[in-house]
């Protein structure tokens, strides 16, 4: 079978999780209303509790799952403190989703670089002047940030900010879910190692 075209009905077939999960996507694109390539990403602090949030995956491959942030953020400092992280895509319109965790790495500053100038100019703005995560003074005190930045660019290039750049969660394992009558679901699960990709059924 060539998994790169894979279709719903090859799910149990499939035995490499980014080719399934490439289809997957694909589809969500077409029956999500907004953002198929929503993500949460769980992190742990430093005292063991976790935290999750809502980001957008901004690319995959072989090599993982790669998203964008402030690295000062809370979610950026958590990352940075055991290098270990998780995600889950829920497709509510596709009955689906796919969760899958393992070590992370940062983007090289080529890749950070490039996506980073793809960016609207105001979120380029925004990523200097926004000191993610940590406490602001007000509405208006963000503002002004914003206006002190747009008057020190002016018309003319954007760099990335040194404390802004991405994440890639690279997957020890990649679940599968897909809804079924009576909770009898699908689950199958994609396990790496060192000669490949396995994979195992689980119970719903």
């Known amino acids: 079978m060539d998994e790169t075209t894979l279709t719903s009905g090859d799910f149990a077939a499939a035995q490499n999780p980014f080719h399934l999960f490439g289809t997957w996507l694909a589809e969500a694109a077409v029956s999500e209303i907004n ?15 976790p935290n999750v949030r ?59 670089d490039t996506y980073f ?26 503002e002004r940030e914003v206006a002190r930045y747009e008057e020190q660019f002016g018309n003319g290039e954007i760099p990335r900010p040194p404390h802004w750049s991405g994440f890639r969660i690279v997957p020890e394992t990649v679940e599968f879910w897909h809804d ?8 199958i699960v994609f396990s790496r190692a060192a000669s ?7 119970n719903p």
Do not use: C
């Open 117 to 142: 100038a793809s960016r609207p100019r105001g979120s380029r703005i925004a990523a200097w002047a926004s000191q993610q995560s940590r406490p602001l003074e007000s509405k208006e005190a963000l």
């Open 35 to 49: 953002d198929p390539n929503a993500v949460a990403v769980a992190t742990v602090d430093a005292n063991g509790l």
């Open 54 to 112: 809502m980001v957008l995956l901004k690319d995959f491959d072989e090599a993982g799952f790669v998203f964008y942030t402030n690295y000062e953020s809370a979610k950026g400092r958590e990352v940075q403190s055991n290098w270990k992280a998780a995600m889950v895509f829920h497709w509510k319109s596709l009955r689906r989703q796919v969760r899958l965790r393992g070590p992370v790495e940062s983007v090289t500053a080529s890749e950070a």
């Open 180 to 187: 079924r009558p009576y909770r009898l679901h699908e689950r």
């Open 196 to 202: 490949g990709w396995s994979k195992q059924r689980l």
